[in-house]
């Protein structure tokens, strides 16, 4: 059984940046597809961005395109979330998911989910 566990939120300034980090435990974590997601206050968990069990193939939601970046180490069993030009609207708590069944962009899709990392963006 995969266990999650993320690190790196904060308080940083609007156009800042943070890394966040996702560390698994568990024989399988190479061959799983990984997701970051994110959750504010009163609104739904949401998805954020997904990397392949290979570090290969990745998505991304609009609303971070081009800002975010997803990646992987899997002999350091760790996928990593970098996060530049950050905008007040980015402030939640940020979760990473392992092992979705079928849509990578449903939370419920996600067999496993670390304790989540609260990233603030001060405007």
């Known amino acids: 059984q995969e266990q999650l566990v993320e690190s790196g939120g904060g308080l940083v300034q609007a156009g800042g940046s943070l890394r966040l980090s996702c560390a698994a435990s568990?024989?399988?974590?190479?061959?799983?597809?990984i997701g970051w997601f994110r959750q504010a206050p009163g609104k739904e968990r949401e998805f954020v961005a997904v990397?392949?069990?290979?570090?290969?193939?990745?998505y991304y939601a609009d609303s971070v395109k081009g800002r975010f970046t997803i990646s992987r180490d899997n002999a350091k069993n760790t996928v990593y979330l970098q996060m530049n030009s950050l905008k007040s609207e980015d402030t939640a708590v940020y979760y990473c998911a392992a092992d979705p069944d079928g849509d990578y962009q449903g939370a419920t899709s996600y067999a496993y989910w670390g304790q989540g990392t609260q990233v603030t963006v001060s405007s």
């Open positions: 568990g024989r399988t974590f190479s061959s799983l597809p």
């Open positions: 990397i392949s069990w290979s570090g290969s193939v990745t």
